[in-house]
Nanobody, 118 residues
Framework: QVQVVEAGGGLVQPGGSLRLSCTAS????????MGWYRQAPGKERELVAV???????NYADSVKGRFTISRDGAKNMVYLQMNNLKPEDTAVYYC????????????WGQGTQVTVSS
């Protein structure tokens, strides 16, 4: 079995920072892309940032220059450092990992709430 678990959400004031982490565990042979998505109330889930197995990142235009994605291959972890947070960043953030295992596929975490409000 493969599990993907996020941590690090919370309430922060505008202009503040948060760091999300995500851990993949279980019977894993290899992890390809890992990414962060978010879904705000009444909106569709959208890509925030993705990082390849070679550590090449890509970002949504709305977060470029404010968010940084990174990964630790040895620990099967991906991080999202979020700086200068804005109220429009409020959403449930989901981790996604493309995992090669006994049952390969794309796995999602349960989500972590990020609320930006004064």
């Amino acid at each position: 079995q493969v599990q993907v678990v996020e941590a690090g959400g919370g309430l922060v004031q505008p202009g503040g920072s948060l760091r999300l982490s995500c851990t993949a565990s279980g019977s894993i042979r290899r992890i390809n892309d890992m990414g962060w998505y978010r879904q705000a109330p009444g909106k569709e889930r959208e890509l925030v940032a993705v990082i390849t197995s070679g550590a090449s990142p890509n970002y949504a235009d709305s977060v470029k220059g404010r968010f940084t994605i990174s990964r630790d291959g040895a620990k099967n972890m991906v991080y999202l450092q979020m700086n200068n947070l804005k109220p429009e960043d409020t959403a449930v953030y989901y981790c996604n990992a493309a995992i090669i295992s006994g049952v390969s596929g794309t796995f999602w975490g349960q989500g972590t709430q990020v609320t930006v409000s004064s």
